[in-house]
């Protein structure tokens, strides 16, 4: 028999069996469709979160500029040792053998010692710095450049810097070189520049390690910081969450927000901390460049690399991240809807 | 459609607040819930919502049981539920398509689609022209309309009120209840608890009338 075709009897109950279906096919079934929505809800979240930050921006400053002062103060520490490294470097590949003379050598005795020195197959260079280049070097650095024009004579000896090859390589033929120069009759005191270096060596490892401490103690702080603010944004949106959930949004879809919350703090922070490190940085650049004199031009202040900077950008932001979505994954599973 | 069988819920406190109640409501049904405060309906609510769980027995919605669902399911549990509160629950900081607008998003729809969709269903409730008002710039008739359009506005197979007209004068609430009698003639099942004796009689609707946790015919 031909099946009729025939008008539904009962379109009461067939009608919301399309409504059924259309939901389906728009929400789950056009794959395309539904990442589009995935992605514009993220930009919303990113974006309106932000928008929050803005919305109250006194509370706002008050957490980021806590938070900025101590990722400042942790980077600092971590500037200020990779500059004492940096300086340390520099001293270590100058471990050079200083002869003070005695005072009645004249400059041409000195240069012909110099010159013996020379000849020393372990010897780089040897290098004379005379009574007056001593004075004029202690005026211009120490201060006490009236004083000493008081003085009637003088009391600078004559200095030969001897620059052994292969400096720290071999501490023993360093020894060696050391007795050999010691011995000349016109050395008054002999003093090889290696051991005050060795010192300030373990002292810089000790100031890494205590930085390194400082800043996982500084990183547990923020982190406690950025989940409080965040837990008391959850609680001002207490009424958001409850609805959220009573109309079916999952604990992830409810997260996010404060996700990007955190993420922005976290990240505003970071960027604050560079520019209050740039600006200590700037302020301490003078009386360094004056110290850098001393050493003769081999201590230049080093600030944070591109790629330090990044770190430091990407570190805050992810402690921001995941300090709020460890007080989001307790909160959320005591937060019931009522 | 929505299914109790012998349920019966208990808190240390109070001791039985629900009592081996049992019903079926069928699809495209409506339903008040009735009874004296503290009777238990908001209880029998909560336990639709599964924001409590039953002591004994199983509740069913469809062929799922309502019981026995893990936590990780209950968001997608409840997109096929609409909630519609006296208090209305609406966002005050958000504007009113926004408010509507909310299930979908969560539901992970499209921002035409949500367009579409928000606008019919404000339309269904007459609210067209109100999408950028704030919730707190309309009266009670029409913030409970937006809390309607919120509800039916994922198009979901149930809608639970929880005393709807509460707050309604009576020419309000009749007019509350000739919308869920449309949402009804698309085949969704309504379950409305209501004090209201008087609206309640002028409908002639199926009636559950809890009494001290019991459900009285």
Same mark, same amino acid.
């Given at each position: 028999?031909?099946?009729?075709?025939?008008?539904?009897?009962?379109?009461?109950?067939?009608?919301?069996?399309?409504?059924?279906?259309?939901?389906?096919?728009?929400?789950?079934?056009?794959?395309?469709?539904?990442?589009?929505?995935?992605?514009?809800?993220?930009?919303?979240?990113?974006?309106?979160?932000?928008?929050?930050?803005?919305?109250?921006?006194?509370?706002?400053?008050?957490?980021? $500029?806590?938070?900025?002062?101590?990722?400042?103060?942790?980077?600092?520490?971590?500037?200020?040792?990779?500059?004492?490294?940096?300086?340390? $470097?520099?001293?270590?590949?100058?471990?050079?053998?200083?002869?003070?003379?005695?005072?009645?050598?004249?400059?041409?005795?000195?240069?012909?010692?110099?010159?013996?020195?020379?000849?020393?197959?372990?010897?780089?260079?040897?290098?004379?710095?005379?009574?007056?280049?001593?004075?004029?070097?202690?005026?211009?650095?120490?201060?006490?450049?009236?004083?000493?024009?008081?003085?009637?004579?003088?009391?600078?000896?004559?200095?030969?810097?001897?620059?052994?090859?292969?400096?720290?390589?071999?501490?023993?033929?360093?020894?060696?070189?050391?007795?050999?120069?010691?011995?000349?009759?016109?050395?008054?005191?002999?003093?090889?520049?290696?051991?005050?270096?060795?010192?300030?060596?373990?002292?810089?490892?000790?100031?890494?390690? $205590?930085?390194?401490?400082?800043?996982?103690?500084?990183?547990?702080?923020?982190?406690?910081?950025?989940?409080?603010?965040?837990?008391?944004?959850?609680?001002?949106?207490?009424?958001?969450?409850?609805?959220?959930?009573?109309?079916?949004?999952?604990?992830?879809?409810?997260?996010?927000?404060?996700?990007?919350?955190?993420?922005?703090?976290?990240?505003?922070?970071?960027?604050?901390?560079?520019?209050?490190? $740039?600006?200590?940085?700037?302020?301490?650049?003078?009386?360094?460049?004056?110290?850098?004199?001393?050493?003769?031009?081999?201590?230049?202040?080093?600030?944070?690399?591109?790629?330090?900077?990044?770190?430091?950008?990407?570190?805050?932001?992810?402690?921001?991240?995941?300090?709020?979505?460890?007080?989001?994954?307790?909160?959320?599973?005591?937060?019931?809807?009522? | 459609?929505?299914?109790?069988?012998?349920?019966?819920?208990?808190?240390?406190?109070?001791?039985?607040?629900?009592?081996?109640?049992?019903?079926?409501?069928?699809?495209?049904?409506?339903?008040?819930?009735?009874?004296?405060?503290?009777?238990? =309906?908001?209880?029998?609510?909560?336990?639709?919502?599964?924001?409590?769980?039953?002591?004994?027995? !199983?509740?069913?919605?469809?062929?799922?049981?309502?019981?026995?669902?893990?936590?990780?399911?209950?968001?997608?549990?409840?997109?096929?539920?609409?909630?519609?509160?006296?208090?209305?629950?609406?966002?005050?900081?958000?504007?009113?398509?926004?408010?509507?607008?909310?299930?979908?998003?969560?539901?992970?729809?499209?921002?035409?689609?949500? =367009?579409?969709?928000?606008?019919?269903?404000?339309?269904?409730?007459?609210?067209?022209?109100?999408?950028? =008002?704030?919730?707190?710039?309309?009266?009670?008739? !029409?913030?409970?309309?937006?809390?309607?359009?919120?509800?039916?506005?994922?198009?979901?197979?149930?809608?639970?009120?929880?005393?709807?007209?509460?707050?309604?004068?009576?020419?309000?609430?009749?007019?509350?209840?000739?919308?869920? !009698?449309?949402?009804?003639?698309?085949?969704?099942?309504?379950?409305?608890?209501?004090?209201?004796?008087?609206?309640?009689?002028?409908?002639?609707?199926?009636?559950?009338?809890?009494?001290?946790?019991?459900?009285?015919?």
């Amino acid at each position: 028999m031909k099946p009729v075709k025939r008008k539904p009897t009962r379109p009461i109950v067939k009608k919301p069996v399309k409504h059924d279906t259309r939901q389906t096919r728009t929400a789950g079934g056009n794959f395309v469709d539904k990442l589009h929505a995935y992605r514009d809800h993220h930009a919303h979240a990113l974006f309106s979160s932000l928008g929050r930050l803005v919305a109250t921006p006194f509370t706002s400053i008050m957490t980021i $500029a806590v938070l900025a002062i101590s990722i400042a103060l942790a980077s600092g520490f971590y500037i200020m040792v990779i500059n004492v490294q940096q300086l340390t $470097a520099n001293l270590e590949s100058s471990n050079q053998i200083s002869l003070f003379l005695k005072d009645d050598v004249t400059d041409e005795e000195a240069a012909d010692l110099a010159g013996n020195i020379r000849k020393n197959p372990s010897v780089q260079t040897v290098k004379v710095i005379s009574k007056e280049q001593a004075l004029t070097e202690f005026k211009t650095y120490s201060g006490f450049g009236a004083a000493i024009n008081l003085l009637e004579k003088n009391p600078l000896p004559i200095v030969l810097q001897v620059l052994p090859k292969n400096a720290l390589q071999d501490k023993q033929e360093l020894d060696s070189l050391f007795k050999t120069v010691e011995k000349f009759d016109e050395v008054d005191y002999a003093q090889i520049d290696m051991q005050w270096v060795e010192r300030l060596h373990s002292i810089v490892e000790v100031a890494r390690c $205590a930085t390194t401490l400082f800043s996982v103690m500084i990183g547990i702080g923020i982190l406690f910081i950025i989940g409080n603010t965040i837990r008391l944004e959850l609680h001002n949106r207490r009424d958001e969450v409850m609805i959220a959930k009573l109309v079916g949004a999952t604990n992830s879809f409810i997260q996010r927000p404060f996700l990007y919350t955190g993420f922005w703090i976290g990240f505003i922070s970071g960027v604050s901390a560079w520019f209050i490190d $740039a600006i200590l940085m700037l302020i301490l650049r003078q009386p360094v460049e004056k110290l850098s004199g001393l050493y003769e031009g081999e201590l230049h202040l080093i600030f944070l690399s591109f790629t330090e900077t990044i770190e430091l950008l990407i570190i805050s932001s992810l402690l921001g991240v995941i300090s709020s979505w460890a007080v989001l994954l307790v909160q959320l599973r005591h937060t019931r809807p009522e | 459609m929505l299914k109790f069988d012998n349920v019966s819920k208990r808190y240390p406190e109070t001791g039985d607040v629900l009592h081996n109640v049992s019903f079926h409501l069928q699809q495209g049904e409506i339903a008040f819930l009735t009874g004296h405060s503290g009777a238990g =309906k908001t209880t029998l609510l909560k336990l639709i919502a599964v924001m409590e769980r039953c002591t004994r027995g !199983e509740i069913f919605l469809d062929s799922q049981c309502l019981s026995h669902v893990k936590e990780r399911q209950l968001p997608f549990l409840r997109r096929k539920m609409g909630f519609i509160y006296q208090d209305y629950k609406l966002l005050a900081d958000r504007t009113v398509f926004d408010n509507v607008a909310l299930p979908l998003a969560i539901a992970g729809f499209g921002h035409l689609e949500i =367009k579409r969709r928000v606008r019919a269903s404000l339309d269904k409730v007459g609210l067209l022209g109100k999408e950028r =008002k704030f919730p707190q710039a309309l009266s009670g008739g !029409e913030q409970q309309r937006v809390g309607i359009a919120r509800a039916v506005v994922n198009k979901p197979p149930l809608i639970v009120a929880d005393e709807p007209t509460g707050n309604l004068d009576p020419e309000l609430s009749a007019e509350i209840m000739l919308l869920f !009698e449309q949402f009804q003639q698309v085949g969704v099942t309504v379950l409305i608890a209501s004090h209201d004796i008087s609206l309640i009689s002028q409908m002639n609707h199926r009636v559950l009338k809890l009494d001290h946790g019991q459900l009285v015919l």
